[in-house]
C-alpha cells in the first residue's frame, strides 16, 4: 500500500490543522492505521492509532483530548484534527499502515510509511 500524508502547514499555538492521508495499492479496509511524528533532534513517537474499522483508537498522552483520528474506508483516507496546538506538537507527522490491522504504537508494528508532512506551530 502506498500512503500520501498531506494538510501541514504554519499555524499560531492554539490554532487548528487536518491532516490527512490516503492510501492506494492494497485493501485499506483491514488495516491499523496510525500517525507518528519527529520533531529535530528527537526521535519517531506515536501520535495515535485507528482499528480498521475505526471502533478503537488510542493517543499519546501528549496529544489526548486535543487530537482526533478518524477514517473513511470508503475514501481509502486516514485524518488527524489537530486542535489546541502548541508550539511542542511542531514535528513532521508520518502516516503508517498495519497489515495486521492491530492497534501498534511503536514503530515497528508498521509496514508501510507515507513521506511525511511537516507541522510548526509558533508561539
Known amino acids: 500500500v502506498q500512503l500520501q500524508a498531506s494538510g501541514g502547514g504554519l499555524v499560531q499555538a492554539g490554532g487548528s490543522l487536518r491532516l490527512s492521508c490516503a492510501a492506494s495499492?492494497?485493501?485499506?479496509?483491514?488495516?491499523?492505521m496510525g500517525w507518528f511524528r519527529q520533531a529535530p533532534g528527537k526521535e519517531r513517537e506515536f501520535v495515535a492509532v485507528?482499528?480498521?474499522?475505526?471502533?478503537?483508537?488510542y493517543y499519546a498522552d501528549s496529544v489526548k483530548g486535543r487530537f482526533t483520528i478518524s477514517r473513511d474506508n470508503a475514501k481509502n483516507t486516514v485524518y488527524l484534527q489537530m486542535n489546541s496546538l502548541k508550539p511542542e506538537d511542531t514535528a513532521v507527522y508520518y502516516c503508517?499502515?498495519?497489515?495486521?490491522?492491530?492497534?501498534?504504537?511503536?514503530?515497528?508494528?508498521?509496514?508501510?510509511w507515507g513521506q511525511g508532512t511537516q507541522v510548526t506551530v509558533s508561539s
Open positions: 485507528i482499528s480498521w474499522d475505526g471502533g478503537r483508537t
Open positions: 503508517a499502515a498495519d497489515r495486521d490491522g492491530a492497534m501498534g504504537v511503536t514503530i515497528r508494528k508498521y509496514e508501510y
Open positions: 495499492g492494497r485493501t485499506f479496509s483491514g488495516y491499523g
